[in-house]
């Protein structure tokens, strides 16, 4: 089964500091206290931040509905099944008889699908 996951990514303008175009929950622009323009300076932006940054991937797509990043994933659904049942005349009167029965079900969680495999 493939389904979509959604995401909201920092969009370039965010990565390198350009926060003015940042919307709060009730779609008004937020204010970043004590940055003019909401522009933080690069300076001031670590070399540790860049590199968690680079892990993030790139937004896919201009989404208007809280997010800009979308990527299928799939999932499996597993299920073993064993039935077994046994009959035995012992005489005209007597019989033996019984089954068991025994089922499994599992799912495997969602993976990303990477394009090409």
Do not use: W
Request: charged share 15%.
């Amino acid at each position: 089964m493939t389904a979509c996951q959604t995401g909201l990514m920092p969009t370039e303008a965010e990565r390198s500091g350009d926060l003015s175009q940042v919307l709060g929950l009730d779609g008004q622009p937020v204010e970043i206290a004590g940055f003019p323009g909401n522009l933080i300076p690069q300076s001031l932006i670590s070399s540790q931040a860049r590199d968690l940054l680079s892990l993030y991937p790139q937004p896919n797509f201009a989404g208007s509905a809280g997010y800009n990043y979308q990527i299928p994933t799939q999932s499996a659904t597993h299920q073993d099944s064993l039935q077994s049942r046994f009959n035995k005349m012992i005489n005209r009167k007597n019989m033996v008889n019984g089954g068991f029965n025994f089922q499994d079900t599992r799912s495997d969680s969602p993976k990303p699908v990477r394009p090409g495999g």
